[in-house]
């Protein structure tokens, strides 16, 4: 049995090696869980004949790299820079916007399981609390969904679409918790993804978004056909509580803030991703992350 050996805290442990484990953090370079089950086997396989039963985890690591490099160059160069992200001390903020119904709770948990983040935050949760402590006196739009808080808007303006200034008024309210959450995560040096309808290109503080650590994407759903399907999906589980009519009554609207949202991505930059295979969104999302923070946390050990 290969054992290997590492330290936490000044204290040495040794544990068998895993293929399974290293195949799970092999995904991460783009490659197929089948694929990366294969290496994994194969680099087991090498360690065997080179009668090696026991191993550091920055020699496996180092073993892993060259053995990357030479039968599969590609992946290397992503494993490296990943590896650079889980040894920097800098934390990841990952925030993943769309419109109800493109699936951006879906994506965020998939993308944390992948990428091994336990921190997983959705807006909705933060209006909930938000709900708590604001009244519906003081904030009325707060305690619509976002499609429609326009119906509650006291003095509605002349000059906007009024389901876009209820949007936005809305997401307004909710940003507050959402840049509270981002400072703290920061502060701790705790990676945290963000996830939600209220994640929207513009609104969190410029100042924020200068911090190289936060990378934003804006999920959307094109073909309106597909997207009007989500619901029915969504609407199938047990705990989704408000019914696939009100979704659909308000489809229209639910499009509207969509479209709202890519014109913001488009101003402010933000990766807009057509979200219709899960595998390749978590495709594109790993692979901006690992080419962006990859590139940032080398500059800053460098």
């Known amino acids: 049995m290969i054992m290997v050996k590492g330290k936490v805290e000044n204290n040495e442990y040794k544990e068998p090696f895993s293929k399974g484990i290293l195949a799970r953090s092999l995904v991460v370079t783009d490659m197929g869980a089948d694929d990366a089950y294969k290496i994994a086997a194969e680099i087991e396989s090498k360690l065997t004949r080179e009668n090696i039963d026991e191993i ?10 060259r053995y990357l490099e030479e039968n599969y160059p590609v992946f290397a160069e992503k494993y490296k820079k990943w590896r650079i992200i889980r040894k920097t001390k800098e934390p990841l903020i990952i925030l993943i916007g769309g419109a109800s119904g493109v699936g951006t709770s ?3 948990f998939e993308l944390a399981s992948r990428l091994g983040l336990k921190n997983l935050i959705s807006t909705d949760m933060i209006r909930e609390v938000m709900r708590k402590i604001v009244s519906k006196e003081l904030s009325p739009v707060i305690h619509k969904s976002s499609f429609n808080a326009f119906e509650s808007i006291r003095t509605p303006t002349t000059s906007i679409d009024p389901v876009i200034e209820g949007f936005i008024n809305h997401v307004d309210v909710v940003n507050v918790g959402v840049e509270a959450i981002i400072e703290r995560s920061l502060k701790e040096g705790i990676s945290t993804i963000i996830e939600g309808v209220h994640i929207v290109p513009g609104f969190v503080s410029r100042e924020l978004m200068e911090n190289n650590n936060i990378v934003e994407f804006t999920l959307i759903v094109d073909d309106e056909d597909i997207h009007k399907g989500r619901f029915y999906s ?3 589980r047990p705990w989704v509580k408000r019914s696939l009519q009100t979704y659909l009554d308000n489809f229209d609207t639910i499009r509207k803030t969509q479209d709202f949202m890519i014109e913001q991505a488009h101003e402010f930059d933000s990766h ?17 992350i690992t080419e962006r923070y990859g590139d940032v946390s080398v500059n800053k050990q460098s």
């Not at 550091?56 to 790299?65: E, G, K, V």
């Not at 979200?275 to 692979?287: L, Q």
């Open 234 to 236: 969504r609407c199938r």
């Open 106 to 108: 879906s994506m965020a």
């Open 56 to 65: 550091t985890i920055p020699d496996l690591t180092q073993l892993i790299i």
């Open 272 to 288: 807009i991703i057509n979200n219709v295979d899960v595998v390749k969104t978590i495709d594109i999302m790993i692979n901006d």
